[in-house]
């Protein structure tokens, strides 16, 4: 941990953001991970990314489990709100925090190992039910909290410092959310924030669920040679399929959703309004068609390769509020009266039934 | 981009903003340290070893390093450096035993100096230690040149002079007091090695106008540098009631200030030029400013007025100017009544002493042709400093050309070229001491820079030698070295080792660190985490990164030197070290040296 915290330097000339903020009013405190690690990267990517996007820190939730990337929620937007659950259950408190206020904006950092194996039910879940979350799995392939046991998200025959493989098959959360119906699957890599920075932007907008595979190199356990998530290995491992062209902006034209021109731009209208504009990187590669996605997807893991990009993108499902057609008022805004009509009408209700 | 490579002292000296400002380049940042961890003594030396003069200095410097402090580029003001040498030199107790002495056998070699003020005082004290029998001519009967005769006591006590001027004198100079030169030509033939001419700029500049001598005008108009003098070695005690004081640099602030403390109750200063264009430095004139001195700008004088024999004050025009000050027009005129007036409006070389059959070329404005890295004239084995070579300047360039010219002496007394001097030399020593600790206080403390304490307005007056401005308190030392960016500390990056893993991009707290694309310089500057603000500071970028073949680029511009990169680094990548430069000095060996 460092020795001093980030100081604030009275002259720095820092840009503002159209609410007059600068990127360090998204900070939080230091971090306490170790020196070089991939979750503090990506903190600084939603940062970045939350500044850019001009989003009211107050209007954000941060909600996690258990693990080295639960932590992580501590370290940025100190002026938001914030959950940290037991472990592998904060799907269901998002789920429920989502339930009473739809209008803010939830965002829960969760770690191969809290969401893949105690949390994978509740993760099934959310994504079926298309709970408004941006869903961040810091993908590391190990258990660094504990001192670095293999996790669900570890590759077979990928070994530890000591030298043992794994042999298990990991799980590949890209392919398990399109099984699932998912509307809005990414991956990134920490130390690709170019990339990284749109992807985080587009999943604020998107409609629904929107789940984010980081990988997010472990550097005590799991950054050495033999390991199949070290920053080497990702490098040399990482297909980008799509490229994020241009920033969410209102659209400008008409639509061009779910066609992919010659010149492999694609536009994608998203539900809060604007458009996701990218570039498909192996020409005709189209994040809306899932059959041919779970094709790409399969190949790509087939070669031991990493795919990057906005992988998948349906903003036409509806998300639980609109499914439900509950209140469009969080429920704080309820008058008492209407929230909680008493006795008698529950009397009435039940006797409609009797 | 080109990779900055190893880079060189030169390239890490820039760094040190008020090291490189610094004529004398005094090791700012190590001294503030010392003067933190209450090792005053080291931290004298420290600056002893550089400007020779810290007491002095810490007192009456013109700080060239003050506004070139990157603490005033990240904040509101810099650090107070003089002050806190100051505080360095008053509190160093008994350091007799670490100063340079001179061998017990000479080296045969001697060496005339003219003058015995702070340049040929720096020749001696590089000289002396050498071995060399360095022989001073001084007209005076004390040494110290204008630090004595034109720096008043209430700013520079008697006693702090004649400490710092003993301390070279004592290590063996003879300085023939009372014995000005009246012939260079005669001084060249007495057969010394070398001659350097550190006579100063010691002539006050006179005002031709109407009126000068008329009357009893020669008595009641004084020239600023005779004046301070003869006040200063009191054989002036008294001036009349109402003052004008003609100039605003500084030399006019110790004038009006001078005489508000020997009977001049009603002072005024009158300036040619509006208030923004003025020569004093800022603290100087405020400090008479607070002592009452009155102030009329945009006025010239037209002549002395003399009625039945006296000087009763003088005509002024009034002068409007356009807006840059170069250009101005007489727009009336005012009458200003005054018992004396002093004329502080610059000073002048006068080398009436010097023949000109010599070989020694003159050029403009009566100076001679001397080189600015060599400080030779145009005779070999004969050298100029101070502001006997290129006009007034301040003390501390005065040090600087006394450094260079021993250089040069001593090159010349062992028959080498003159040109072939030693160089800079640095290596850098990583200053750290666990994972995330260093052995210095890395921490940015927003604390903003302290006032100086100053007597009080009713004891200044009481006598001319009352100090008026005191020593920093413990407390005000306290948090000033804590202001200090420690921009020695260095940032040393390797890349080879680097993983590109983003964590000091992420950590620097002025957005100071990029990784990007290589490419052409200005795309490069195009994608910087935070657009540079076009300051003198060096970029440094890296050879390409072993993963990707970015590159690492840094903007030293604002670095606050916290070394947090270099704690958020898994591979020890980036690391902080301290550049150690060794100033080149008489008697060092020339060559060349990188550090890495």
């Known amino acids: ?354 | 981009m080109e990779p900055t490579g190893v880079p060189d002292a030169a390239y890490y000296q820039r760094v040190v903003d008020c090291q490189w400002a610094c004529p004398a380049h005094t090791d700012v940042p190590e001294y503030v340290r010392l003067v933190g961890q209450g090792r005053y003594g080291e931290a004298y030396l420290v600056n002893r070893a550089t400007n020779v003069f810290p007491g002095i200095l810490g007192r009456t410097c013109d700080r060239p390093c003050e506004p070139a402090c990157r603490r005033g580029r990240v904040d509101e003001e810099p650090v107070a450096i003089c002050r806190l040498k100051r505080v360095a030199a008053d509190l160093r107790g008994d350091v007799s035993d670490r100063l340079p002495k001179a061998p017990r056998v000479p080296n045969g070699k001697r060496v005339a100096a003219v003058g015995c003020g702070p340049a040929s005082l720096a020749v001696a004290n590089d000289l002396l230690p050498l071995g060399y029998a360095v022989t001073i001519f001084e007209g005076a009967t004390e040494p110290g040149g204008l630090m004595r005769s034109s720096i008043p006591a209430f700013r520079l006590p008697l006693e702090v002079l004649d400490a710092e001027t003993a301390a070279v004198v004592d290590m063996g100079a003879e300085v023939r007091y009372g014995q000005p030169v009246a012939s260079l030509a005669r001084l060249l033939e007495a057969g010394y090695d070398a001659v350097f001419v550190g006579s100063g700029a010691p002539r006050g500049k006179d005002l031709d106008v109407p009126g000068r001598h008329e009357g009893d005008a020669d008595a009641h108009v004084h020239v600023s540098l005779d004046w301070l003098a003869s006040v200063a070695f009191r054989h002036t005690t008294a001036i009349g009631r109402r003052v004008l004081v003609i100039g605003v640099g500084n030399t006019a602030m110790d004038c009006c200030r001078t005489a508000r403390r020997i009977g001049g109750t009603e002072v005024t200063v009158v300036a040619r030029r509006p208030r923004a264009f003025f020569r004093a430095s800022p603290w100087e004139l405020q400090d008479a400013m607070e002592e009452g001195i009155g102030l009329l700008t945009e006025r010239a004088p037209r002549r002395f007025v003399v009625e039945h024999g006296h000087l009763v004050g003088v005509e002024l025009d009034e002068l409007e100017w356009d807006e840059r000050a170069e250009h101005s027009r007489v727009v009336g005129s005012t009458f200003l009544p005054a018992d004396d007036v002093v004329l502080a409006i610059g000073q002048e070389n006068a080398f009436p002493w010097i023949e000109r059959d010599l070989g020694i070329d003159f050029g403009g404005a009566d100076l001679p042709v001397v080189d600015a890295v060599t400080m030779s004239s145009t005779r070999p084995g004969v050298f100029f400093g101070g502001d006997a070579a290129f006009g007034p300047q301040n003390i501390v360039w005065a040090v600087a050309h006394g450094h260079e010219a021993a250089i040069s002496i001593d090159l010349h007394c062992r028959d080498l070229p003159v040109t072939t001097r030693p160089s800079l030399q640095g290596s850098l020593v990583s200053q750290r001491l666990s994972l995330s600790q260093w052995s210095y206080a890395n921490d940015f403390n927003p604390v903003g820079r302290q006032e100086t304490p100053r007597v009080a307005l009713e004891r200044r007056f009481a006598e001319l030698g009352v100090e008026v401005e005191l020593d920093l308190t413990a407390e005000q030392v306290a948090r000033e070295i804590q202001r200090c960016l420690n921009c020695d500390v260095q940032t040393q990056f390797r890349a080879s080792r680097c993983v590109e893993c983003d964590a000091c991009v992420d950590i620097c707290p002025v957005g100071g660190l990029t990784i990007t694309e290589d490419g052409p310089e200005a795309a490069v500057r195009a994608r910087l985490t935070v657009p540079p603000a076009g300051g003198a500071e060096p970029f440094y970028v890296s050879e390409p990164l072993p993963q990707t073949r970015r590159i690492m680029v840094k903007d030293e511009d604002l670095c606050v030197h916290c070394g947090l990169c270099a704690e958020r680094c898994p591979t020890a990548a980036w690391d902080m070290a301290k550049l150690v430069l060794v100033q080149p000095r008489a008697g060092a060996i020339g060559r060349a040296v990188t550090v890495g």
């Open chain 1, 1 to 354: 941990m460092p020795s001093i915290a980030k100081p604030l330097v009275p002259r720095a000339p820092l840009p503002r953001n159209a609410l007059g903020l600068t990127v360090r009013d998204y900070e939080g405190p230091m971090s306490t991970l170790c020196a070089g690690c991939g979750h503090d990267s990506t903190t600084a990517a939603l940062v970045q990314a939350l500044w850019q996007s001009s989003i009211e820190p107050h209007r954000v939730v941060k909600l996690s489990g258990i693990g080295c990337s639960s932590k992580t929620p501590t370290y940025f937007l100190r002026g938001a709100h914030g959950f940290n659950s037991v472990h592998g259950r904060m799907v269901p408190i998002a789920t429920g925090a989502n339930a009473a206020n739809r209008d803010l904006l939830y965002l829960g950092i969760s770690g191969d190992g809290d969401a893949l194996s105690i949390g994978l039910g509740h993760l099934c879940h959310g994504i079926r039910r298309n709970v408004r979350l941006v869903h961040l799995i810091e993908n590391n392939g190990v258990y660094g909290l504990t001192k670095g046991q293999f996790s669900p998200g570890a590759d077979r025959g990928s070994a530890s410092p000591r030298g043992e493989r794994n042999d298990l098959s990991p799980i590949d959360p890209m392919l398990l959310g399109l099984s699932l119906g998912a509307t809005f699957l990414a991956r990134g890599f920490s130390a690709d924030k170019v990339h990284l920075v749109p992807l985080l932007e587009a999943a604020f907008a998107h409609r629904g669920f929107a789940l984010i595979d980081v990988i997010s190199p472990c550097v005590q356990f799991n950054n050495h040679v033999g390991s199949t998530k070290s920053y080497a290995a990702t490098r040399a491992r990482e297909v980008q399929v799509t490229d994020l062209l241009a920033p969410i902006a209102p659209a400008a034209g008409p639509p061009l959703a779910g066609t992919v021109p010659d010149g492999g731009v694609l536009d994608v209208p998203m539900a809060g309004g604007g458009e996701l504009r990218f570039r498909s990187v192996p020409p005709g590669y189209d994040p809306t068609d899932r059959t041919s996605v779970a094709v790409h997807l399969a190949e790509h893991a087939g070669r031991g390769e990493v795919p990057t990009g906005l992988l998948f993108v349906d903003e036409s499902v509806p998300d639980v509020h609109e499914r439900h057609r509950s209140t469009q008022q969080p429920l704080n805004d309820v008058p008492f009266e209407q929230l909680c009509p008493g006795a008698g009408t529950l009397d009435a209700i039940q006797a409609a039934y009797r």
